[in-house]
């Protein structure tokens, strides 16, 4: 016997082949044991029937030149149906060794009859056994020979007419000519390439050239203003020492002039002091005063008055000289002004001439800075990455392999043709289920950088691929934008976008933009579809100015606000059961976005909703009968993403006197005998479906549970109203959403559990019966005392 576990070795490639090439030929009979025969038909013999050869399933048809390649069956598929076999043939070798039955009576015989519960058709088994070899391993194993079913039957023959089989020049023509065009397309893209490479070095050459000429220029101009400014420099040094020299003059004149103006009348004006003082009195000037002193006083007075005259005489030739000198001083210091005026405005010149400079040379310096970084952001440039929407299909086009959009668009590019097979099943009319609002909704990727072919077709949308398929009864909501004020005290630019949230359908809605305007007015409609999922419905008014751009280039935020989904359920439950549900309201900014950093946000937008729901909304308060099996899917989003809280669903049983039976949760994933099952535990809340579900079969429930609440714990003790934006619960009845309740932002109770629904068993059946109560608790058996407090007093227990 072999012990190898490869496929290589001689009994695992009769296995293989056994295995394997099994499902390539099929039989409608059972298998029987073959008869004798001859080994050579007799050429005598009659045909057994007549039929056309290339409707015989011997016959391979297709491509003759591709070899007939066996599959390669799972390894552990193959260990799966060994062990099976191995299992059967334990259990058919197996006898029940039990005590013999007497010998019947005379005239009697005995008979074998079933006596097991269920009754089974006896049948004889056919002897199998399997032989095994062994290769000796020091040889090269020989390789595999193709397995060919043994010929039976009876040939036939047919005509084949000229041109029936396969022609290889016909045939591989035009994949020859696919491939050579293919090759000379890629080899005039890689020449283009090339080009364009030696033309963008050739443009970088040139640049090089260019900044180098203009940096010379630059220092040649500053090796010129060097010089101009030591010029300058030197000159008022000149100018500096000249003047100082000539104030050094005019002071040396009026010096001498007043010291001569002094010193003439000093001589009188000495004897006067002396004579004051007594100095020459004696008898002989008494004598002299009063008798020679008259005399001579008035021969002196007649010299003194000559003198007078004289001394008039020389002060007016003096205040003459002094009148002429300081003319010509005054012309001097004139000239003098007239000079350092011509230098101030030479100087004033040469300073704008330097600014001038300087405002070319930054100019120039700006231009060269903002060319390096087109250069560089050309060279780093990264292409936008494809975002991911959902829309509504309408239906596939044969014709054109393609997903028809609500909006006539064609999408042809899919991400594998399971997807494609997947659409054409969920658009089948017979499974669409039109009358209670179920669509087909498709996840596309759509790449704004898609390259757009020369003359598209209008009706394609390119750069656009479904990813996946989904089937959702889709509630339509129309939404009315009408005006907005307080939004800036200065006329703006608004336009309004209705952003792309998880649950709404299609990409995001915009306005038209108006032009300067406080008090703006669109009274535009736009209709949305939006699944179960939808939590809020988010509107952001912008400013199309240019001159009021983000750093970043986007246009400048005026108003973000949002409207919770739960104010359109609230109205909905006061409305009779199917009526459509309208609300009219203003928006302003949120106190969650209030608080953020740099919030620009402000003023109010005046919207209306109009919804119409296709799907059973769980008002709270209203019974909601169950089948007998159905599951609860639960989700939530949490307000930073990047901080997820682990948040378990769990589901306890009570009976009639409010004790508990038993509780399925994330350490015990099924309960109940087998009634309530838990799909696990997910921490992180990821994913586009339900994070937790909790599957229910009634029938199977014991007699002695009366009641089920279905719970959601913080296990952290976390605040859900700070880290969770959004929760709902739906009820799937045969894989369709058969009803749903949901929470948001606002509507959260402030606590660390909540108290999510009942599960209630009256006289008439199994009723659900939904709530949002505040349950504090890491689990539902600390949240138990809230829960029954709440269930006493608002839902009858």
Known sequence: PCHCSTAGCLPARVRVLRYGLGAMQAFASAPRAVGSRKKYRDGNDDMISSA??????????????ASLVAPQPDPAELQRQREAQRRRLMRANQTNKRIGTPEPEPGRKHMDIQTDTYLEELTE??????????????LDRPPSPLFMPAKIGVDI?????DGELFDFDVECEPVLEVLVGKTLEQSMMEVLEEEELASLRRHQEDFEKRRNAELLEVQRIEAAEKRRHDEMERRLQQQKAQRE???S????????TASIAHLSSLKDRALAHLLDAGVFSDPVQHAVEHKFMPDLMKLVSKEMSKTMIDRQVLGEIQESVVKNSLSAHNKVLERERRRLKMLDQVEREARKEKEEERRVKAKDEERVQREQTKLKKWDATVPPKPKVVDYLVRTFDDEAQAAVLEDGKKVIEFADDAVKTELQALLDPQDLKVDIGEKVVCNLEVDPAA???????????????VLSVRKFRVNDFAVEILEAKDLRDYPVDPYVVIEDVDGSVGDRRKTETLQQTNEPEWNQKFNMPCTFKLASLQFKVYDANPERKRPDGGDDLLLACKLPVDAIYEAYAKTQDGADTAIDIWLETSKRQAA?????SQGQ??????????????TPGKNFPLPDQFQIGLAWEFLHQDKPVDLDASIVALDSSEKIVDQVWYQKLEGLNGAVVHSGDCQTGEGDGDDETITIDLKKMPDSVEKLAVCINSYNEEKLDECVEFVYLRLIVNGTTDGFYSAGEGWIPSCTGIFFGSIRKLPTGWIFRSCAAPADGATVEQSLPAIMAHGKKHLGW
Do not use: W
């Open 52 to 65: 056309n050869l290339m409707h015989d399933p011997r016959v391979i048809r297709g491509n003759t030149y």
């Open 125 to 138: 088994r056919t002897v199998e056994f399997e032989a095994e070899t062994q290769t000796d391993f020091l």
């Open 157 to 161: 023959e047919t005509q084949i007419e």
């Open 245 to 247: 020299t000539d104030l």
């Open 249 to 256: 003059t005019m002071r040396k004149v009026a010096s001498r």
């Open 451 to 465: 390259v757009v072919p020369e003359e598209p077709d209008p009706s394609i949308l390119y750069g656009a691929k």
């Open 596 to 600: 953020l950093q740099g919030n620009t």
């Open 605 to 618: 937008l005046h919207v209306k909703c109009r919804a119409s729901l296709k799907m059973n909304f769980m």
